[in-house]
């Protein structure tokens, strides 16, 4: 027979507590050095109020976050100031992660109330892109598809305007210092970008075309090809002479969207 698990325990840290581990991060020096200081400052009380330290535990004797259950207010301000500290590297998510996986599992607690940490600016004062000559291209790319739509649709179409505007958007997210110091850029298909943060996140900007739909009405659902040809045939198709969104012959409009390394089909 063996013996079911102990029930975890329900802790609160000491607000003296929970302050220093939430001011020790500022004094952080590396992603590694957040790691530590918050498993150290939320288990070395979890485990005195025990009659136990951290010392106790090693690679044979591994401490098991299970244990316990941390007040979700405490988790959800150690998680957001440890973030808030990693984004001088670029690493908040990572971190975020690590802890998710290392510490215990918050327990809902409505009487706890968690004090104000004074916010500090971690983001780097520089930002350092290397640009590679073929992803400096797709920039001359992007901007000879921007001219070619303004041409064929005008400047103030629809076509023309979101392609532009989603454009701008991307270049924002490219300069964000939020990913950290420095940023790889790689070209990513004809018109996108792979960049690679100094974290190791990685994130695509990619032009997505808009689906020839037919406009004609009637709950015609056809997407066109290039040719005129249906292409869902399996979808609600409307026996009538389609209208395209946009000229079978015109320039394809479309948008630039930005993926997550975490979901990246890379082109074949």
Not at 104 to 112: I, L, S, Y
Not at 172 to 187: D, E, I, K, R, Y
Not at 193 to 198: D, I
Not at 209 to 227: E, S, Y
Request: aromatic share 6%; net charge negative.
């Amino acid at each position: 027979m063996f013996a079911l698990p102990a029930a975890p325990i329900r802790a609160r840290l000491n607000p003296v507590d929970l302050d220093a581990l939430l001011r020790s991060l500022h004094d952080a020096t590396s992603p590694a050095d957040v790691l530590r200081l918050v498993i150290t400052g939320v288990y070395t009380p979890l485990l005195e109020a025990q009659g136990k330290s951290p010392r106790d535990f090693g690679p044979g004797n591994k401490l098991n976050a299970d244990s316990w259950l941390l007040s979700a207010p405490q988790l959800d301000a150690i998680l957001q100031a440890a973030c808030g500290r990693a984004t001088q590297w670029g690493v908040c998510a990572d971190i975020v992660v690590e802890l998710i996986n290392l510490l215990p599992k918050g327990f809902p607690d409505d009487d706890t109330v968690v004090a104000e940490v004074p916010a500090f600016d971690y983001l780097p004062q520089q930002l350092t892109a290397t640009v590679e000559r073929d992803a400096a291209a797709v920039f001359t790319a992007v901007q000879h598809r921007l001219l070619a739509l303004a041409s064929c649709y005008g400047d103030t179409s629809r076509f023309h305007v979101d392609a532009q505007s989603s454009w701008v958007a991307m270049v924002t997210v490219l300069m964000s210092l939020n990913f950290g110091p420095h940023q790889q850029v790689a070209p990513f298909g004809e018109l996108g970008l792979l960049v690679t943060a100094a974290g190791g996140t990685t994130y695509s900007i990619g032009f997505e075309p808009l689906a020839r739909t037919c406009v004609a009405g009637d709950g015609c659902q056809a997407i066109l090809g290039d040719d005129g040809r249906v292409l869902n045939p399996d979808q609600q198709i409307t026996e009538h002479d389609h209208v395209p969104a946009y000229p079978l012959a015109a320039i394809t409009p479309g948008v630039w969207r930005v993926r997550s390394g975490l979901h990246l089909a890379l082109p074949a």
